[in-house]
């Protein structure tokens, strides 16, 4: 018998095309529901860059039947959440309620993205508001090194560029621009519609179908041009009290066959306190209060990323620590302990993972989009644990090569810029 729960998942798909899954949570009274468009910043180039970012802004702002005060208030009035984000690779709009006020949510959410105004007055004031949003992440360093890695990792290419966009196109954008991309994207060819909690599937189908199913299939998004990865060594100079020191190698799409071979590496570069980095370079050495590895998985490509905020002083060191343990990695079996740890560490971080409705919204999402399918609780803890210790090893033999490596240094350096002499591994 299984010690996990089964999941009580459904798919249903639309005479127009739109996948709708949900998930049955019986012990919970809320519900969540997303409308997710499987297109994101890096199919923008030229006068788009920040479209899509854009566009999220201005579904709140208003249709035909309800401002965006009424907006608001319409979801206030029945202690509702409403909430979207813009990434790479998707876009969602979702809201989260008590079981009985799920008519009313989907009305306002669904109304949204049917009928946005993209008022002019309206507009001009978002523009306002998102340049302000791009000042606030420029004065955030980390912010800025992270942008700076990923525009020289991913070079000319839509995963290497802002998904806000830049102060010259966020100006630019119209209302006509707009109208047109809303037309070209958000269709049942580009849309997945899911939900999680308190719900019975056929319910969550006639709703969607009422406002929906009527929509024209439209045209599915072009083809994706996989990028070339560069591995460029940065740096730049800037008045800050730290050095923000981003350290990555190659690694593999989001759907790649060796994909929880990576989170177990990746967990054990990085990924909690226990940490090799964090024992290495925070506890051991005191070099750095924040320092972690990061995975950034699209479909079809990825990166491991290190970060690491410390002094401008003590950069070269802590960029020969995270070689020490590259080093480490490809020419030593981790133990049966250490990976016994992190493998526990990815299934406790998965289990918690999905104990809200939110949370559960947002994998049938992600699962749907990127896989096409539903990986039951049992595959994907079984995934974990058919990691080796040779599939690290190999793993970081493949990846961990200096002529792959990248590395990004901002803030005050001190004179320590240096070669690729340091990243030998």
Request: hydrophobic share 40%; charged share 25%; glycine share 8%.
């Amino acid at each position: 018998m299984s010690q996990y729960q089964p999941r009580q998942v459904q798919t249903t798909t639309l005479a127009n095309g739109l996948e709708i899954v949900t998930e049955k949570m019986p012990s919970v009274r809320s519900v969540a529901v997303g409308i997710w468009i499987a297109s994101g910043s890096r199919l923008e180039s030229g006068k788009e860059r920040g479209i899509a970012h854009f566009l999220e802004h201005m579904l709140f702002k208003g249709t035909p039947s309800r401002n965006a005060e009424q907006i608001a208030r319409a979801m206030d009035s029945i202690g509702g959440q409403l909430d979207a984000f813009t990434a790479k690779e998707m876009v969602s709009y979702n809201t989260k309620v008590v079981d009985e006020h799920l008519p009313i949510a989907w009305d306002v959410l669904s109304d949204m993205l049917l009928n946005p105004l993209f008022d002019e007055s309206e507009l001009e004031k978002e523009k306002g508001v998102i340049l302000e949003e791009l000042k606030m992440e420029f004065d955030n360093p980390e912010y800025q090194a992270h942008e700076l890695f990923t525009k020289g990792v991913w070079k000319n290419h839509g995963l290497g560029q802002s998904i806000i966009g830049t102060r010259k196109t966020i100006q630019e954008f119209d209302r006509g621009m707009l109208v047109d991309y809303h037309a070209r994207i958000y269709g049942p060819a580009n849309m997945v519609v899911t939900a999680a909690g308190s719900l019975e599937h056929e319910e969550v189908v006639k709703l969607v179908e009422s406002r929906l199913g009527s929509l024209p299939p439209g045209k599915k998004l072009p083809k994706l041009k996989a990028p070339s990865l560069a591995a460029p060594l940065q740096f730049k100079n800037k008045r800050l009290q730290q050095a923000h020191v981003y350290l990555g190698a190659p690694s593999y799409p989001i759907g790649h066959e060796k994909r929880f071979v990576v989170y177990v590496l990746n967990t054990i570069l990085g990924g909690g306190m226990s940490s090799r980095l964090f024992q290495n370079i925070r506890e051991r050495q005191g070099l750095a209060y924040a320092v972690m590895s990061e995975l950034m998985a699209y479909r079809d490509n990825g990166y491991l990323a290190v970060y690491a905020g410390t002094s401008p002083q003590s950069v070269r060191r802590v960029v020969e620590s995270v070689m020490e343990e590259f080093r480490s990695l490809k020419q030593e079996l981790v133990s049966q302990e250490e990976l016994r740890r992190a493998k526990e560490y990815l299934k406790g971080s998965l289990l918690l993972s999905l104990e809200s409705t939110n949370s559960r919204m947002s994998n049938l999402a992600r699962q749907q989009m990127f896989f096409g399918r539903f990986a039951t609780m049992e595959e994907l803890i079984a995934s974990v644990e058919s990691v080796t210790a040779e599939e690290v090893q190999e793993l970081a033999r493949e990846n961990f090569q200096p002529e792959k490596l990248s590395l990004t240094v901002l803030g005050k350096t001190d004179g320590q810029e240096f070669g690729r002499e340091v990243l030998a591994c």
